[in-house]
């Protein structure tokens, strides 16, 4: 018989009821700790520049502020420059609508297939008849849901604009002060290993934003050699959602490849067949190569971090995968190194 003490009982219990309402609390912040990742994500891109402008003028203050401006500055002249072109688009887009759906109606056309094949507008007279507008297109909870969506992308962008303004001004004296609880022999050994992982995170944000580049311009070139109409703004769509791993190329085909087809079904078609071989290309040659130069993983490690980090936490797992297995080396490396007794490098 094994018997165990009262104390190591609730011990026990207790360890498990801390658990249980630390996940708990985890999965309730989950959005918020989304915005946390996304704003450390920003600072890690912006804070070399900051790091440099700040040798110069001596005050991180000042160098941060004008880093962030620029940087803001950036975005809205994107957005400046996006945003009329979108427009535009959509406004040619409705304006061509009732002749679209004229087609559909009497099966001619592009879209006329979708009725002499599918029977698309018999369907949707049906469903008009049987439960309605808001049964056949979900009108109520559609607005709601899309109400509901601004305001929390308006929220994000504000806090996660916020978040890293913070991170940049204080993250230093965070890391330090954590530091300087330590002893002087373990604060050396963790300030090479802190050192470490920021040059393998920022290495992995380099290679990302490089990478979303390389797609953001072939797209461009192989639009503008087509002549599909807002060749730069589909581009920089491409860039701003390649920037997610595996999934961001493939959204970004299904919005540059609609937009093809209506120009054309043969530019369509090109658009496809180029997004289809440019992804094979992608996955497998040039986030190894790239990720495995700038986080210095193997392409395996690189491959099978990003597919295990989809499969646990879908896309955000996919974008924290890679920083995460390359700190993770960081963390190996510097343990077999302390096992032997060996000086950590770059350790003073």
Known sequence: MVEFRPRTVFRVVAILLA?????????????????????????????????????????????????????????????????????????????????YLHDLTKGRGRLGFLETKYHLVDKARKALREGGASRLFGVSGAALSLAKGVVNAVLATVTIAFLTLFMLLEGRKWIESFFSLLAPGPARRWRAVGHDIYRTVGGYVTGNLLISLIAGGLTTIVLLILGVPYAVALGLIVAILDLIPLAGATLAAIIVGSVAFLHSIPAG???????????????????????????QLSPLVVLISVLIGAELAGVLGALAAIPVAGSLQVIFVDWLRHRRGEEPAGAT
């Not at 790091?51 to 880093?67: N, S």
């Not at 072109?85 to 304006?95: K, S, W």
């Not at 090109?270 to 700038?294: A, C, D, K, S, W």
Request: hydrophobic share 60%; no cysteine; net charge positive.
């Open 19 to 99: 658990t249980a309402i630390v996940l708990e609390v985890l999965w309730i912040a989950r959005h918020v700790l989304t915005w946390i990742f996304i704003a450390l994500f920003l600072a890690l891109a912006l804070n070399p520049a900051v790091d440099r402008l700040e040798a110069r003028l001596r005050r991180r203050g000042v160098a941060t502020g004008i880093v962030y401006i620029a940087a803001l500055g950036v975005v809205v002249g994107i957005g400046f420059l996006f945003i009329p072109t979108l427009v535009n688009q959509v406004n040619d887009f409705a304006g061509k609508v009732p002749d």
């Open 269 to 295: 078609i090109i658009v496809i067949v180029f997004f289809v071989l440019y992804q094979q290309v992608e996955n497998h040659i040039l986030q190894p190569v790239v990720y495995g130069r700038t986080v």
